[in-house]
């Protein structure tokens, strides 16, 4: 079995070929055609690869690619660097956030394919799919609000938007900032209910629900990391109050 590492290493070394390649270096056919080969018996990579990968079978067909994506040797340098970047990451353990594993965990609490799908989404987007990250960010959200509210037997309009299914579900978790007697605590929880209008603005605004026009700018990174993760420990809190209050029946 090849260990992550090397795996690694192979995908930098025809990263670097490629870029070589693409801004004016020297390649031969063979080593391209040999590193694709080799990547492509990894079943468990292949199909995370980068679709050119996958589809461009010779450095021709790699040249007609790349030079449509830039036509400076820096933007296509970005272009390639964005595209292996979080997979080699990912294989050198360096793309997770300390409480992915623990988020995950709690969300078995729903047997619910959607919600562990939406989940799966937001951590594989989060950092080569920016606006795709922040939509799957709010869904996760959405999905974990309505799970609860079915669970307790409260009705909700199918069409109600985020923060409504918010309030309804903190109300009947008693998460109501008003309903608190400390200070601290309605602070911290009218800062929950802001961070989940902010998720729910942000998708509407730079996610990847809605068509986009010309001027529309792709989110940094950061800020899919963002909602991500804000989503993550939002529904985690959510989860655990719910099985908490489920106690108390």
Known sequence: MIEKKDISEMLERFQNLLISYATGGLVEEQEYRELRSNLS???????KLPRFVRTCSDLKQFWGFIKSQSSSYQGRREYLWGQFGPLIRELEGTSKAPSDERVSEVLTVFNSDTIHESWRKALQRRLDDADGAITAAR???ETVCKHILDDAHIDYQGSSDLPKLYRMTAESLDLAPQKQMEQILRQILG???SVIEGIGAMRNAIGDAHGKGQTFIKPDVRFAELAVNLAGAAATFLVQTWED????F
């Open 41 to 47: 018996r990894i079943s468990s990579l292949w199909n």
């Open 245 to 248: 209050k489920k106690g108390w």
């Open 139 to 141: 869904t996760l959200i």
């Open 191 to 193: 800062g929950c209910t």
